[in-house]
């Protein structure tokens, strides 16, 4: 039972358009939701994160809205870069579990020049 | 300033064999937590400590699993008599404190044959 959906596996965008990607969750005790990119070979690294009290946050050239309702949360990345090519991970924190992530599958996003 | 890591990067291991994973989190971070990734998945949590102690195992951990911190610094993972299904990414992540952002390492990539 996945708790954390990515249901776009890839997304390609054209350099300089907007990339937005997808997440829908499902239990409602999450409270913190976050962003990780992932390349070849390496961990996943932080990107941006959003409590469940905003419905938007913004870093640079990262947003991430928040819609409670609708248990949906996307990232729009302005303007897309070649170097934004990586894996994106969705995942949440409950309010009632320590720090225990739960991630969505992933969508591989590929920037073309 | 060193990020999370973890030794070996690659292991290929017959079926039956044990196999050990070694974790050495940012230096002052004092929670450390062990996911699992396998194929097209995001990581799946397995398990936490918070220095010395291990709060938290999931379902995933099976019997054939064993976690430790002995010293609330670095942390083991080992996996006795493996199976092909334990062939996965085995990342390792660690935490300043309890709701602290959790850095990743670049993961043991194990291989069971």
């Known amino acids: 039972d996945q708790q954390v959906k990515q249901n776009s596996p890839s997304l390609s965008v054209q350099e300089g358009r907007i990339s937005i990607l997808n997440c829908d969750y499902t239990?409602?005790?999450?409270?913190?939701f976050l962003w990780y990119k992932k390349y070849p070979a390496e961990g996943p690294t932080f990107l941006i994160s959003?409590?469940?009290?905003?419905d938007k946050n913004e870093d640079g050239r990262f947003t991430v809205f928040l819609n409670k309702s609708a248990k949906h949360l996307s990232l729009h990345i302005v303007p897309s870069q070649p170097g934004d090519s990586a894996v994106y991970f969705c995942?949440?924190?409950?309010?009632?579990?320590?720090?225990?992530?739960?991630f969505g599958g992933g969508t591989r996003l590929m920037v073309k020049p | 300033d060193t990020g999370v890591s973890q030794n070996p990067r690659h292991k290929i291991t017959k079926r039956g064999q044990n196999v050990t994973f070694r974790c050495d989190p940012i230096?002052?971070?004092?929670?450390l937590y062990w996911y699992r990734q396998t194929l097209g998945q995001g990581p799946e949590f397995l398990t936490y400590f918070q220095n010395e102690a291990q709060l938290e195992k999931s379902r995933l951990l099976s019997d054939r699993f064993s976690a430790e911190r002995p010293k609330g610094s670095f942390s083991t993972l080992e996996i006795q008599r493996t199976e092909q299904g334990d062939s996965a990414m085995y990342l390792c992540?660690?935490?300043?404190?309890?709701?602290?952002?959790?850095?990743f390492g670049p993961g043991t990539r194990l291989t069971v044959t």
């Open positions: 995942a949440a924190r409950p309010n009632n579990a320590g720090n225990m992530l739960t």
């Open positions: 239990n409602s005790m999450f409270d913190y």
């Open positions: 230096s002052e971070h004092n929670r």
């Open positions: 992540a660690s935490s300043l404190d309890s709701y602290g952002m959790q850095y």
């Open positions: 959003i409590s469940s009290i905003k």
